[in-house]
Structures are given as structure tokens and as C-alpha cells.
């Protein structure tokens, strides 16, 4: 016997649903994942050796799948679930239909929106680390390295300031959009990471020249235009507050864009694509920890 259409309705709407807030999450999840699929996939293919295209690509590839399935097999409970001890979560699967229709922790939408959004930033947080160790590591290596490094590093960060039980979050640490859960954690692990793998063969090392620079731009420009999702849907609410953090977001990366051309102009006498690239991601980067939480000039004042 077919349920009536109203009660179906009930179901797939509740009452503490917005629909808005909904929509709004699930559109900066998907402007989040276009960071990573092609954004970033394209950016590395084209900013490494031609020998190292495919490889480089295939990695960020690899990563954002395999993150998927341990973010709903085991990682987002350990981020976001129960507590374990006060710095992680307890692992579980988060496929189970009734805790998917289920009011996620914070927001007005269901905990299958909040899964698929923060999946988003932990899928981009491999793929940045990917970034450190493009013509180092092998491959089989990295398809080890990537469930480990998520289970065993990002879901303590991620549960310490963003879950409202974490020890950090309690001490009013905060966190708006990754600053430390994903920008810091990745660099350092980047950092680490290339370490322990070593240097590239001197010969790669003297000359390193992207080979599609095209390919670049259109990888950096789809990573720009992604982070109106990344800082956008970190109020979890169609907010004056997203406006905000979107605004602070674009402003800043066209600071700083400008002005590392500035820069490259004064100290080697020429502007540089590269060098506007890295300016770019640099102010992304920089406003992320703070994006919704600053105005870019004091409030006018009447004296």
C-alpha cells in the first residue's frame, strides 16, 4: 500500500529543516569537491614534468575516492560522533538510513548533507598534501599513506576544534573554515612527509618548469571560484555571515595576487604566472582561519 503523498512529503521535509540552508550546504559541498575534481587534479597535472603529469593527477584522483569510502565507513563518526576519549571520536559507519535523516550536530539540514560537505574538506586536505610530494612518492605507497594519514591524523584534528565536544572547541578555540584542521595539518604533513620520502634526483631538482601553464590557470581559477563554498558553507547557514566570509574570501585572494606581481616586478623585473598563482592560493589560505569572523575595513564612525 503506497503511503499518501503528504506523509512522504512529512518525511522528506521535517520541521526543523531549511530549505535554504539545505540547498546553500549542499551547493558549497559541491563547489568544495570542484576544488578537488578537476581543480586540483588539474593544477598538478599541469604545474609538474611532463613525466610526472598522468602520476601527479591520478593521485588526487585516487585520493578523493578512497577518502570517500573511509569518511562513511569509519572517519566521519571519529570527527564528528560520539566521544572516544576527549581528543577523537568513536569510529562507525555513517550509512545508516536513520542517522542520515537525522538533524545533523549544528545547522538546519539532515547529517547526510553535513557527511557529504565535510567529506569535501577531508578529500581536499589528502590532495593538498599530495601537493608535497608530487615526483617523490611512489604510488602503491601513497594508496597506504592516505586511509592512514585520515584516520590517524585529520579526524583528531577535526574532532578537537570543530565537534562540539572537543577539548579544543571547549576552550573556545576557533577554527572558521580550516585554517588549522586542513591548511595547517596538511602543510606540516606535507612538510613531513617529503622529509622521510627525500629529495627529487638532482636532475629533476635543477630544473623543474610546469608543462602546461594553460592547464594551471584553469586549475587555479576552478580552485579560486571553489572556495566561496569552502568559506561560504563553514556558518552551516545562508547567512549574512556566508555573505560575508565569501566576500572576505575573493577580496583577499585579489590582494594578494596583486601584490606577489608587485613583488615579482620589483625583484625580478617581470611579472610571473606562477607567481600569481601562489599569491592567490596564499591569500585564500590566509583569510580561511577568519573569513567570516572579519570586516575588511572598521566600521565608519561619527565623531
Same mark, same amino acid.
Given at each position: 500500500?503506497?503511503?499518501?503523498?503528504?506523509?512522504?512529503?512529512?518525511e522528506a521535509s521535517p520541521e526543523w529543516?531549511?530549505?535554504?540552508?539545505?540547498? +546553500?550546504? @549542499?551547493?558549497? %559541498?559541491?563547489? !568544495?569537491?570542484?576544488?578537488?575534481?578537476?581543480? @586540483?587534479?588539474?593544477l598538478y597535472g599541469g604545474m609538474v614534468k611532463k613525466k610526472w603529469a598522468v602520476n601527479s593527477a591520478f593521485m588526487a584522483l585516487y585520493a578523493f575516492a578512497a577518502v570517500l569510502v573511509c569518511w562513511v565507513g569509519w572517519g566521519y563518526r571519529m570527527a564528528f560522533g560520539d $566521544?572516544?576519549?576527549?581528543?577523537?571520536?568513536?569510529?562507525?559507519?555513517?550509512?545508516?538510513? $536513520?542517522?542520515?535523516?537525522?538533524q545533523a550536530f549544528i545547522g538546519y539540514f539532515p547529517n547526510s548533507t553535513? !557527511?557529504?560537505f565535510q567529506f569535501m574538506f577531508a578529500g581536499l586536505t589528502l590532495i593538498l598534501i599530495a601537493g608535497a610530494l608530487l615526483g617523490r612518492?611512489?604510488?602503491?605507497?601513497?594508496?597506504?599513506?592516505v586511509p592512514l594519514w585520515l584516520t590517524l591524523s585529520y579526524t583528531i584534528g577535526a574532532y578537537s576544534i570543530w565537534c562540539p565536544d572537543g577539548w579544543l572547541a571547549k576552550l573556545g578555540v576557533i577554527d572558521y573554515a580550516g585554517g588549522y584542521v586542513i591548511h595547517?595539518?596538511?602543510?606540516?604533513?606535507?612538510?613531513?612527509?617529503?622529509? +622521510? !620520502?627525500g629529495p627529487r634526483a638532482d636532475k629533476d631538482r635543477q630544473r623543474f618548469p610546469p608543462n602546461n601553464i594553460l592547464l594551471m590557470l584553469a586549475g587555479a581559477g576552478l580552485l579560486w571560484m571553489g572556495w566561496t563554498g569552502f568559506n561560504g558553507g563553514a556558518p552551516y547557514v545562508a547567512s549574512t555571515d556566508t555573505s560575508l566570509a565569501a566576500?572576505?574570501?575573493?577580496?583577499? %585572494?585579489?590582494?594578494?595576487?596583486?601584490?606577489?606581481?608587485i613583488l615579482d616586478m620589483l625583484?625580478?623585473?617581470?611579472?610571473?604566472?606562477?607567481?600569481?598563482?601562489?599569491?592567490?592560493?596564499?591569500?585564500? !589560505?590566509?583569510?580561511?582561519?577568519?573569513?567570516?569572523?572579519?570586516?575588511?575595513?572598521?566600521?565608519?564612525? $561619527?565623531?
Open positions: 500500500m503506497d503511503l499518501p503523498s503528504n506523509l512522504l512529503y512529512d529543516m531549511n530549505k535554504a540552508d539545505n540547498a +546553500w550546504q @549542499l551547493t558549497a %559541498a559541491t563547489l !568544495v569537491g570542484l576544488q578537488s575534481i578537476p581543480g @586540483l587534479v588539474i $566521544k572516544l576519549v576527549f581528543f577523537w571520536g568513536k569510529p562507525d559507519v555513517s550509512l545508516d538510513q $536513520k542517522f542520515l535523516l537525522e553535513m !557527511v557529504l612518492m611512489n604510488f602503491r605507497a601513497w594508496m597506504l599513506f595547517l595539518s596538511s602543510g606540516v604533513a606535507g612538510f613531513t612527509a617529503a622529509y +622521510w !620520502v566576500l572576505n574570501t575573493h577580496v583577499c %585572494a585579489a590582494t594578494s595576487l596583486l601584490t606577489w606581481l625583484i625580478f623585473g617581470k611579472p610571473s604566472v606562477i607567481g600569481a598563482i601562489q599569491g592567490m592560493i596564499t591569500g585564500l !589560505v590566509c583569510i580561511t582561519p577568519g573569513a567570516g569572523t572579519l570586516t575588511i575595513m572598521p566600521s565608519s564612525q $561619527k565623531f
